[in-house]
């Protein structure tokens, strides 16, 4: 039987979504020049022309806008009333889709819609597409559609997102079972531990660079260490220190990210004077910036539409397909499966005349 660690090796997760952060931090330069470049050709091709082009964002930048749309998704999610996977879910599917797309090209704020609708489908919650746009002030059902199709081919079509809350609800299981602790202690940690993965893992990198299991024991280091300690003396008992410190000091690190986005940033950052100046300045720039062509969603999703339907279809050639050269045209072959069925009526036996005859 497989290990877990051998069936997450095989998710889409592990094989598509995984990622060094120097890789990562590439791609995301390269997404920045791609955008950069595509938009300054159709803003010098508009009529009339851009000029001067606009300063565009930098990758970092745009690194700081995404962060601030997951906080607005997040923030957004509970007037669905959506649960925590959901959200989790949804703000990973936002999360990737920016990797190899730029802010200056999808807008986020369009985004952020599909992917909590997107979001309910990969986790088998069959939402109705109008009671997440009432939701939202000046939304249809339609904007919202526009989307899923490019937010598919953005995430790959890799739907299966795991998080790290199973793994939670085990750990704790696995405490309890040893009775090290008492049950206070326990549910302490338990609380903390879960606010954490709720909000912390979601706006930062986390999910590229480590597995659920570690973004787990990363996050409950961080509500009570003592916890972790005790369950890696279990895990590793018998194999040895080295093994044990390598795969602490990975939790260290996934620690450390973890740390720079506490949830209590949920509630401060909408008050914050420096944070609201910043976006503000970005948002200023990003609207100057964007792909002129990809600014309304449903229109260009129905200029796309229209153009298929204007492609002339392929004209007969007068020679039969693979299937009426089998089953006939329904035309002349149809004479001629009625010309053979009036013959072996004829001759009164379907099966023809004995062999000997």
Avoid at 4 to 32: G, I, M, V
Avoid at 125 to 134: G, P, S, T
Avoid at 249 to 276: F, H
Avoid at 289 to 316: M, N, T
């Amino acid at each position: 039987m497989a290990t877990e660690d051998a069936r997450y090796k095989q998710s889409s997760q592990y094989r598509l979504w995984s990622f060094t952060p120097s890789h990562l931090s590439t791609l995301r330069e390269k997404t920045n020049a791609l955008a950069r470049t595509h938009i300054s050709n159709r803003m010098r091709a508009s009529d009339p022309p851009v000029d001067p082009l606009p300063d565009f964002l930098t990758p970092a930048e745009e690194y700081q806008m995404l962060n601030h749309f997951t906080l607005e998704l997040l923030r957004a999610a509970p007037y669905c009333k959506l649960p925590t996977d959901i959200q989790a879910t949804a703000a990973i599917f936002l999360r990737r889709f920016y990797v190899t797309n730029s802010v200056m090209t999808y807008p986020p704020q369009e985004l952020i819609k599909t992917c909590l609708f997107f979001g309910c489908k990969a986790e088998g919650c069959f939402m109705r597409v109008q009671k997440i746009a009432d939701t939202f002030p000046n939304t249809t059902g339609e904007m919202i559609l526009a989307a899923e199709y490019v937010l598919c081919q953005g995430i790959r079509f890799a739907f299966d997102v795991r998080h790290p809350f199973r793994a939670l609800e085990g750990a704790m299981m696995e405490l309890r079972r040893l009775g090290d602790f008492d049950d206070d202690r326990i549910n302490r940690a338990h609380k903390r531990t879960r606010e954490i993965l709720k909000f912390s893992p979601l706006v930062t990198d986390v999910y590229f660079h480590y597995t659920p299991s570690q973004i787990m024991y990363a996050a409950m280091a961080i509500a009570d260490e003592g916890l972790v300690h005790r369950m890696m003396r279990e895990a590793f008992a018998g194999q040895g220190e080295e093994m044990k410190d390598r795969i602490w000091g990975v939790i260290e690190n996934c620690r450390a990210m973890l740390e720079k986005e506490p949830p209590e940033k949920m509630s401060t950052y909408w008050n914050d004077p420096e944070s609201t100046k910043a976006i503000k300045v970005l948002r200023k720039k990003l609207t100057k910036c964007r792909d002129p062509d990809r600014v309304d969603l449903v229109a260009l999703q129905k200029a796309r539409r229209e153009q298929a339907a204007q492609k002339p279809k392929p004209k007969p050639n007068g020679e039969p397909n693979g299937d009426e050269k089998v089953f006939g045209n329904g035309n002349g072959n149809n004479i001629e499966r009625e010309a053979k069925r009036r013959k072996v009526a004829a001759d009164g036996d379907v099966f023809g005349p004995p062999l000997g005859a």
